[in-house]
């Protein structure tokens, strides 16, 4: 079996192109110590993946409708046809209903395209700090900082001061910058009320 590294490294030898998000990305940790590679890019997004969700439910399906998916990237095209007919697999009974699926289908492609493409561009921060597709929640986390003037989020653990808050996005791994970001969103939504609530008494 695989481990995380191993597999991580070879979903990126998967295609040149697709090994591009992690290049200038200012994650240096992003899980944790233990496995501070980035993931690849989702599988949902990316043709050259072939993993695929084999749960019992899309297994009846597949089993019902005679024709099983290549891949997650595949599912999700199927899923966004489905969303754009207003339809689900109990409502494709008819040969015109799956010829409408097909068409719709090749119609959502260019849809995936433009956020992987999105994803492989990744998105700068306020400061000009360079997250990939992957870390845009560290980017966000950034750009809240920014303008909350880059609070102590948890004395024990976070600085303030941009300098803190970079080193958090950078080391601290996705899961504390989500914690981080929802905290950071609540601290803004208070604000915003209080001085909502200071306008109105003037």
Known sequence: MQSNEDLFETQRKLSAEYNIPWRECSTIVYIS???PAHHPMPPWLNPHDKRIIEDAETLERWQRNGKRPTSMYEQRINALALR????TWDDMKTDADWREFKATKKLVVPEIEKT???FLEGFPDVTGNYWCGQCYTNQQFMNIGQALGYPA???SETKSGYEGWLHTAQYSGCVVVESGLRLAKKIQIEQKQKEGSNANSN
Request: aromatic share 8%; hydrophobic share 30%; no cysteine.
């Open 84 to 87: 754009h007919l207003g339809k």
């Open 116 to 118: 992987a493409r999105r």
């Open 153 to 155: 989020l948890w004395s």
């Open 33 to 35: 110590d233990k496995h």
